[in-house]
């Protein structure tokens, strides 16, 4: 065992010596191999940690939001309609909510209007469920987030003829405490609002463009009867069944689209997976462009490398050691390539913000959210990212480097002409 | 099909391993037919050649399969939540029918390409390539394998379709599916099945001990040897697994892989997969300890190879004594779910 250890560290050690002898053609292959790692573990890591952004959010959601829908579309959810849900057993507590969109023409952005739950009791964090907490076990720098609210007062009160706005607001209407927002009502007048305060910039992912409003002023601003509400979140004690709840009300409700948390995670989930999809298949042509390249390289032999591989061969080496030799090759430029991109990534996603990237994985609106994700790497982006990455360069190397390992030796050192 | 960078992975892993298995099929078969290794013919020239070529793929062969049989459970694992009743792999993998027959064909094969290195490793230490033959005859039942291993796989990720919300059906679209085969297995007695495995491993290590000393019995240590695989796999589900998540009731042979359980599956399946390889590898070398040219070294590498899968399969049973030693679970009567 020693000795074969041995063996391979010499061979390594000529492999390295070997290759910095031709420095310039190993590090343009280099370089590009980086970047191509590079490309696609950004891509990778931007997609898992928004996705494990979005779960973390979605924890805390309501298990049903129960929707009316009327010709296919969404409709305003009669107040009435609550009754029939909270007789339904199994059903802990039922909230309504008020909230809508705004149009702001004057920066062309759209803000989500939202009227904060009345008391904190009934609005699923607090509410005690025993089920529920046990289920998720996460590490504990994410328990102490999910104990977190999704947004922060930071102490201002809301009141009649108040408003209180997400950061992005702030930054794009450059407003701040106690200036006035005009809204344009849905008859035409024109409705005043202070600003009592803004939301805290931890959560700005969920926050950005989000205006928390009292009941009163968003049926003013948009003409809603006090008959209707929104929607209507329902809270199920046992989670195990959210489903059932769910057929009985659409049963009892026939009418209503009840929609559950794992259902919306589980579509979170299928679309940043199919985004992140999206960019590997059309990186893949670039991961082939690179693979037709490496091939080239590895096949296109110097004639000094042809009478190096000849001059082994005659000086005792076997086919078989310079295949080593030529893995060892392979294993050094991969790995070197590999853990730079991963690096490189990692920085770039994390600490940048991942600006190449961004519009193309976050979708695009004016009033984005300025927010810094997580970093989350774990084992299987990274394992996918080498088969993506490290496999197919091997692969392409394969046939190329059994043709230069099986040279007759004297035809390859009868090639002087370099 | 789900386009998961993951499933892109395995898919891509999955055609390239049966790609060049293809590829060094296509020259096996020519070395079946016209290997002569007393000809000085071009042919023959070219396919000693070739020989080289076709050990390199098979190797590499060989890597993708044990890191893509990691990668396969771990998609499984991670595709979970877009199931409906899916809490970890073994849901996904019952997502469609070609779920578990895939992970079978995929353990089979990193074993049999294992089997071949073995042979390979053997014959590559005679001068005249001894055992060529058998070891091109074995690539030729390899190969099938691995390409239907191939098509399952293809069949199971695109035949997967995600539980998601779609225009306007809401939770309608989440009918119950109804659970499989994977649960079935679990039923089995913990204790009972826990005993059996200690009594067929102390069997299989005494038995290779003989081997290694007096080189008696080999073919019995490797009919042992698979027999105490296959226990070591239905343990882990129906017992050993219970005792690592200290839940009297989670029988899943795929969390424990899972960082939750700092990783421990890795380090148990790699062991064992380890062993089985060798293990077997000892049968597999066997009949040629009286090859001429093998003579002199074959017979010690076959007590190696014993020696090696012995010491595996008891860092095996040390590992799982002292998990079950150190965990908190105690199964003091059965409760049949």
Redesign the interface.
């Known amino acids: 065992m020693r000795q074969w250890i041995e063996k391979q560290r010499y061979i390594i050690d000529f492999t390295i010596s070997s290759l910095l002898r031709r420095k310039v053609k190993n590090f343009g292959l280099l370089a590009l191999y980086t970047l191509i790692v590079f490309m696609l573990a950004s891509?990778?890591f931007f997609?898992y940690s928004i996705k494990k952004e979005a779960?973390l959010i979605l924890k805390d959601t309501p298990e049903?939001i129960v929707q009316k829908?009327v010709a296919?579309r969404h409709d305003l959810f009669p107040v009435s309609y609550i009754d029939t849900l909270k007789k339904i057993r199994g059903v802990a507590a039922v909230e309504s909510r008020l909230w809508g969109y705004y149009y702001d023409g004057l920066v062309s952005a759209n803000y989500t209007l939202l009227v904060p739950p009345a008391n904190g009791d009934t609005s699923g964090k607090s509410r005690p469920s025993a089920k529920t907490t046990v289920v998720v076990?996460e590490s504990g720098g994410q328990q102490a987030d999910k104990s977190k609210p999704l947004f922060e007062l930071g102490g201002a009160v809301l009141e009649p003829g108040t408003l209180i706005t997400g950061n992005g607001i702030a930054r794009l209407r450059d407003i701040g405490k106690d200036d006035y927002m005009p809204f344009r009502a849905f008859d035409g007048s024109v409705l005043n609002l202070r600003i009592a305060g803004a939301l805290s910039s931890q959560s700005e992912l969920v926050s950005s463009d989000l205006l928390l409003i009292t009941a009163e002023d968003f049926r003013k601003l948009f003409g809603i009867d006090n008959r209707y509400v929104t929607d209507v979140t329902v809270a199920v004690n046992n989670p195990s069944e959210v489903?059932m709840v769910?057929?009985k009300i659409?049963k009892a409700l026939p009418e209503a689209?009840?929609?559950?948390r794992?259902?919306?995670?589980?579509?979170y989930?299928?679309i940043f997976?199919?985004r992140?999809?999206?960019m590997?298949?059309i990186f893949?042509a670039a991961v082939l462009a690179f693979v037709i390249f490496a091939w080239d390289k590895a096949s296109g032999l110097s004639a000094g490398e042809r009478r190096e591989i000849g001059i082994l061969k005659a000086v005792g080496w076997e086919?078989?050691d310079v295949?080593q030799m030529k893995?060892w090759e392979g294993a050094v430029v991969s790995l070197t390539a590999f853990f730079t991109g991963v690096i490189l990534a990692y920085v770039h996603v994390f600490f940048t913000g991942s600006i190449v990237f961004e519009p193309a994985l976050k979708g695009w609106s004016s009033l984005y959210p300025n927010f810094e994700l997580t970093p989350f790497v774990?084992?299987?982006?990274l394992?996918?990212?080498?088969?993506?990455t490290v496999?197919?360069y091997?692969?392409a190397t394969?046939?190329p480097?059994?043709r230069a390992?099986?040279i007759d030796p004297d035809s390859a050192m009868r090639f002087t002409g370099e | 099909m789900i386009l998961h960078p993951s499933v892109i992975a395995n898919l891509l892993a999955s055609y390239i391993s049966s790609g060049m298995v293809l590829y060094a099929m296509f020259y096996g078969v020519q070395i079946l037919r016209y290997w002569d290794i007393q000809s000085g013919h071009e042919l023959q020239l070219v396919l000693e050649r070739k020989t080289y070529l076709i050990s390199t793929l098979l190797s590499y062969v060989f890597g993708l399969q044990l890191l893509s049989l990691f990668l396969f459970i771990f998609t499984a694992d991670s595709l979970a939540p877009l199931f409906v009743g899916a809490m970890c792999a073994v849901g996904t993998l019952n997502v469609d029918p070609y779920g578990y027959p895939a992970l079978t064909l995929k353990i089979l094969n990193f074993i049999l390409a294992g089997l071949w290195l073995i042979l390979n490793y053997a014959d590559n230490q005679g001068y005249d390539y001894p055992l060529i033959k058998r070891k091109y005859q074995l690539l030729a039942f390899v190969a099938p394998v691995i390409i239907l291993e191939m098509i399952l796989e293809s069949a199971y990720f695109l035949g997967m379709k995600p539980d998601v919300i779609t225009s306007c059906c809401g939770s309608l679209f989440s009918s119950e599916r109804v659970t499989g085969l994977g649960s079935e297995i679990a039923s089995m007695p913990a204790l009972p099945m826990l005993w059996f495995f200690y009594g067929v491993m102390s069997c299989t290590l005494i038995c290779g001990i003989v081997f290694y000393l007096k080189g008696l019995g080999g073919y019995l240590y490797a009919a042992l040897s698979l027999l105490i695989f296959l226990i070591s796999l239905a343990a882990i589900i129906s017992s050993i697994s219970l005792y690592i998540y200290e839940l009297p009731t989670h029988h899943c042979p795929f969390c424990i892989i899972m960082e939750e359980y700092s990783y421990i599956g890795y380090l148990l399946y790699i062991i064992l997969f380890g062993a089985v390889v060798s293990g077997l590898g000892v049968g597999v070398l066997s009949p040629s300890r009286n090859v001429e040219s093998l003579k002199l070294m074959l017979s010690g590498f076959i007590r190696k190879l014993a020696l090696t899968s012995v010491i595996l399969y008891a860092a095996f049973t040390a590992l799982v004594t002292y998990k079950i030693v150190s965990s908190s679970l105690v199964i003091s009567y059965e409760v049949v779910y």
């Open positions: 891509t990778m997609t779960s049903i829908i296919g076990s489903e769910a057929s659409r689209r009840p929609i559950s794992v259902e919306i995670l589980r579509t989930d299928s997976n199919w992140g999809g999206m590997i298949v893949s086919t078989s295949i893995f774990n084992l299987e982006q394992t996918t990212l080498f088969f993506l496999v197919p091997t692969v394969i046939v480097i059994w390992a099986t």
